[in-house]
């Protein structure tokens, strides 16, 4: 798959769009952990122009009536910022291969608030959709054990495939970060090896089940022996971690995050766990050093999957530089920002990878590929599965890019009691919460990331790599996704005061207003009286027709997958008719042809019922069975 955005004024809305879905909803990641998500994703905040796909943020207010879980009530809502969340999700999901993402990274590098992401997710958990992802987030397990069965929702103890999900194989919504970006204030950070500082992107596999015993604090690298007991106490017991992670000379383990408990949860919390579905989830990671210019051009992220047991994950950035921002006036590089630039850089001198002094023997350097890539880091599936049982994710899995804007990302956590704890631009006694110069960078018109494409590349040679074979679907033979989406549909849609009937509308072929054959990209400007034998509007409407092209405008190509899913198997069902584009049909037009073929329908039952009335009589297989000729005979036959 790839998709190089070049068409400008394409939408993402629910329904325009094979591919991508940008979301219309509040991110309330109000969880026992607490995101403090601070901001409002608006589909009018995703679009392309000059051959990218914009996803902006912006400083502007969203209110709405929602229920108050803690007040039991519906009250009157209110978000501060807007931004933008484009997915694939239950649309194209792939299984393995090698994701490239051409992009520039938003805001100003040494500014924190922003909270950039690029990402893949399984497919049987929802993005922002809590109730989708609890229990299912982000469990690789696929071992049957009792101890964890409640905590993880689709376990591997289950004898019965309920809901076309197969027997005996435990499932979850696995995430994979291919880049999640901490802008913020210039300073090397402690415990970092190599020495690192921001802004940084954090690469990382979240994943279930976690460590529970002797977990690394955070801020601290993980102890790997304790002490002797030589000064008065008792041995320390070494802190437990995945062995074998693979660092590049540019990049550092990241002591910062080792991951999230998701305990018991209160009632009035969106999602609801009981002490026994209480877990611990890991977060594997490191921290690669980004400089100016990942911010000022395109670069390239690249994560190569190999799936399952036996599979690995690696990531890569480029050295190269693409394209430059549009629409930014360049500005003068002074001495110092030179000076830094390279000290930012120094590693990717070394044609040798740098071992990091004081660091764990046990740990991997990865090697330098090519001068183009920095092999940054890389994780082995004999890492996870020696450790916690777990595995590399082989769920299908679909493309995130997003912005969010929340109090536990690059905001300050120590503020003076007299500080206000509130994060609205809006509200001058907020300013001292608020990171320094984050308001001002939202109206500089660089909040703003872009990705100039993104492309997927699979094997066909299932020999050619380790792990699982690459599938493409969201809906795989060995991973099915459909019907448990289908049976549990509800945790998929948004709630009141949305009216939401199912997760995703129908996909449009037409239908927007134009005024000439240039505002439908691939369609034509047609006169709605064209298309409906009642109307004599004199309005004008794209028009898809055959063109390979969808959405209102007609301006993104139609996508399918190549093979049919686990429900088309299981039923049968014809898989070809589903890849048909449906044209533009208005609502007259279909109302009239419903009629007509119901007045065909009905025509016929009142002949048939006048022929009987008239006297018309049944004739039998021979022609003459039970006529009343035939019982005559046959009684004189008998006499």
């Known amino acids: 798959m790839s998709d190089e955005f070049e068409t400008d004024g394409r939408g993402f809305a629910d329904g325009e769009d094979s591919v991508w879905t940008a979301l219309d909803k509040s991110d309330d990641d109000m969880s026992a952990a607490g995101g403090g998500s601070l901001h409002f994703y608006n589909s009018s905040h995703a679009s392309t122009s000059n051959g990218f796909l914009n996803v902006s943020t912006t400083t502007e207010k969203t209110t709405w009536t929602g229920f108050n879980p803690f007040k039991q009530a519906f009250v009157d809502l209110e978000k501060d910022y807007k931004s933008a969340m484009v997915n694939s999700w239950n649309k194209f999901c792939f299984t393995g291969g090698i994701v490239e993402i051409d992009a520039i990274l938003p805001g100003e590098p040494n500014t924190a608030g922003l909270w950039p992401a690029m990402w893949i997710l399984g497919n049987l958990g929802r993005a922002t959709y809590e109730g989708s ?45 291919i880049l999640e970006l901490m802008p913020g204030e210039k300073g090397w950070l402690p415990s970092t090896f190599p020495k690192i500082q921001r802004p940084y992107g954090a690469m990382t596999l979240q994943v279930a089940p976690g460590v529970e015993k002797n977990r690394p604090q955070s801020g601290s690298v993980p102890v790997r022996v304790g002490n002797d007991g030589t000064n008065g106490f008792p041995p320390t017991e070494p802190q437990s971690w995945y062995e074998g992670l693979g660092f590049g000379s540019n990049t550092s383990m990241n002591p910062f995050f080792y991951g ?42 690249r ?16 050295t190269e530089g693409g394209r430059e921002r549009p629409g930014v006036k360049k500005k003068e590089v002074n001495k110092g920002d030179e000076e830094e630039e390279e000290e930012n850089t120094v590693n990717k001198r070394h044609k040798e990878p740098v071992k990091p002094s004081g660091f764990d023997p046990a740990s991997k350097v990865l090697p330098q590929t090519s001068s183009k890539w920095t092999h940054a880091f890389s994780i082995e ?36 009691d007299t500080c206000k704890k509130c994060y609205s631009c809006f509200d001058p006694d907020c300013a001292c919460a608020i990171p320094p110069g984050f308001c001002e960078s939202l109206k500089n018109g660089k909040t703003s990331m872009l990705i100039d494409s993104v492309r997927v590349y699979q094997a066909k040679d299932d020999d050619a790599h380790v792990g699982n074979k690459h599938t493409v679907g969201c809906d795989p033979i060995g ?7 289908e049976g549990h549909e509800s945790l998929y849609m948004r709630p009141i005061p949305f009216t939401d009937k199912h997760a995703l509308l129908p996909l449009k072929s ?8 240039d505002d439908c990209g691939e369609g034509v400007c047609t006169k709605e009286a064209d298309l409906s034998f009642w109307s004599k509007s004199s309005n004008t409407v794209c028009n898809c027709g055959k063109s390979g092209y969808m959405g209102s405008f007609c301006k993104t190509k139609i996508y399918g997958d190549d093979e049919p899913g686990a429900y088309d198997y299981e039923l049968n069902t014809s898989w070809f008719f589903k890849r048909i584009s449906i ?53 004189a036959l008998h006499r």
Not at 387 to 401: D, H, K, N, R, T
Not at 607 to 619: E, H
């Open 133 to 177: 992802t609890n229990g299912i987030w982000p469990w690789s397990y696929d071992t049957c054990d009792r101890r964890l069965q409640h905590a993880q929702h689709v376990s591997g103890c289950s004898d019965v495939n309920h809901y076309g999900l197969n027997a005996r194989r435990g499932r979850g919504s696995t995430e994979i970060d």
């Open 260 to 301: 999230t408990y998701l305990g018991e949860t209160k009632p009035e919390e969106p999602t609801h766990r009981t002490k026994k579905e209480a877990f611990q989830a890991d977060a594997v990671g490191a921290m690669f050093q980004l400089t100016k210019a990942h911010f000022e051009r395109v670069h390239t992220y």
């Open 303 to 318: 994560m190569e999957w190999q799936p399952g047991k036996g599979g690995r994950i690696d990531w890569f950035v480029s």
């Open 381 to 416: 599936d004999e890492s996870l599965s020696g450790l916690q049982g777990s595995q590399v994710p082989a769920e299908p899995s679909y493309l995130i890019f997003n912005t969010a804007v929340s109090s536990t990302w690059g905001f300050p956590y120590d503020t003076p």
């Open 479 to 485: 991973y099915p996704t459909r019907e448990f989406i």
């Open 510 to 517: 037409g239908g927007g207003k134009c005024t000439s054959d």
């Open 583 to 635: 044209p533009y049909i208005p609502v007259e037009l279909a109302g009239f042809l419903v009629a007509l073929v119901a007045g065909f329908i009905g025509a016929f039952v009142v002949t048939l019922k006048k022929k009987k009335i008239s006297g018309g009589t049944y004739r039998g297989v021979a022609g003459n069975e039970m006529t009343p000729q035939f019982n005559k005979a046959r009684r």
